[in-house]
T-cell receptor, first 111, second 114 residues
Framework: GENVEQHPSTLSVQEGDSAVIKCTYS??????FPWYKQELGKRPQLIID?????GEKKDQRIAVTLNKTAKHFSLHITETQPEDSAVYFC??????????FGGGTRVLVKP | EAGVVQSPRYKIIEKKQPVAFWCNPI?????LYWYLQNLGQGPELLIR????????DSQLPKDRFSAERLKGVDSTLKIQPAELGDSAVYLC????????????FGPGTRLTVL
């Protein structure tokens, strides 16, 4: 089945700097890659997603890039703010319409 | 629009006791998912429903876990009997169609088995 690796597991950045989280996937048939933000004790929130026919997608301060050849995708957060502090999960959808999640990245934005 | 609703939010039980979780998806969403999230890890799919039909339950431990979505709207996940290792957050999610895109999660039920 699909395997998703996510790095780094923790990321500490200074407010205003950029944060980048990287994920790799194993199934070349995967065609959908969402990113979720989960604050402590809260639900995972879908913040951005990308489909396999697109290389990059941007929404205000967040962007996602996809490299299908290398089977990796990344989340970029620019001008980080304290409210960006949370755990971020990447996921991929392969055959069977099943989402497989990465292990998560704990992001801490220091003011 | 109202999001995915789950209850209870927290549940503490003794091992070997039964427990049930309830989920009401976003209105109009035909596909419903139950996920298990262990501390510090990403969610793992337990079962997926298309309307009232369970179309993927390959990860559901059927010896003790069961689920139902009788009218194709709300759903119940049950564990009987619960074991210490079942302590986790049980998340429900829904999506408009069965293609797996744009899944929206509920707040989860945090289960503690003593």
């Amino acid at each position: 089945g699909e395997n998703v690796e996510q790095h780094p597991s923790t990321l500490s950045v200074q407010e205003g700097d950029s944060a980048v989280i990287k994920c790799t996937y194993s199934d070349s048939a995967s065609n959908y890659f969402p990113w979720y933000k989960q604050e402590l004790g809260k639900r995972p929130q879908l913040i951005i997603d990308i489909r396999s026919n697109v290389g990059e997608k941007k929404d205000q301060r967040i962007a996602v890039t996809l490299n299908k050849t290398a089977k990796h995708f990344s989340l970029h957060i620019t001008e980080t703010q304290p409210e960006d502090s949370a755990v971020y999960f990447c996921a991929s959808k392969a055959a069977g319409n099943k989402l497989t999640f990465g292990g998560g990245t704990r992001v801490l934005v220091k003011p | 629009e109202a999001g995915v609703v789950q209850s209870p939010r927290y549940k503490i039980i003794e091992k070997k006791q039964p427990v049930a979780f309830w989920c009401n998806p976003i209105s109009g969403h035909n596909t419903l998912y139950w996920y298990l999230q262990n501390l510090g890890q990403g969610p793992e799919l337990l079962i997926r429903y298309e309307n009232e039909e369970a179309v993927d339950d390959s990860q559901l431990p059927k010896d003790r876990f069961s689920a139902e979505r009788l009218k194709g709207v709300d759903s119940t996940l049950k564990i009987q009997p619960a074991e210490l290792g079942d302590s986790a957050v049980y998340l429900c999610a829904s999506s408009l169609a069965g293609d797996g895109f744009e899944q929206f999660f509920g707040p989860g039920t945090r289960l503690t088995v003593l």
